[in-house]
């Protein structure tokens, strides 16, 4: 019964151990990364692929869904940034259905990075703001990682 009594022990310390010690790993060595919203929030723009701080290649598809607002006639524009700031690939995401609504609309980016870009970068989606007005501007923008 006293090996049972300790064997029961053991195991609860060890099963004690383990939480503790996966709660401090993904605390300490894994930071979550985040979107950040610009004037916007997840109510106007929701970006599906890839996640903040995913592993893309050089090709990949922006897909998600934008309230229609967000949207000038039919596209927004879509660009990833390398470490500095520099501009690696800028184009617009399309609509896949109608945009004149206030509902959400789902949309897709095909992104070309060039080859000899492997690294950090930053995905970046801004509403279409035709009036120019910088206090229209909204965007949503993360970290990813090209690195195939």
Known sequence: ???????ILVLIVIAVGLQYGAKHWKTTNAPESKATYTNASADLIVVDLPFPGAVVGKDFSVIGKARGTWYFEASFPVKVLDKDGNVLAQMP?????????????????????????IGPATLILKN?????????????????????
């Open 1 to 7: 019964m006293k090996k049972y009594i300790i064997a």
């Open 128 to 148: 279409d703001n035709p009036s120019g007005d910088p206090t229209r501007d909204k965007s949503i923008s993360f970290p990813i990682n090209i690195e195939y």
């Open 93 to 117: 995401a399309q609509a896949e259905g109608g945009w004149m609504t206030e509902n959400f609309v789902p949309f897709k980016a095909d992104i070309k990075i060039p080859e000899t870009y």
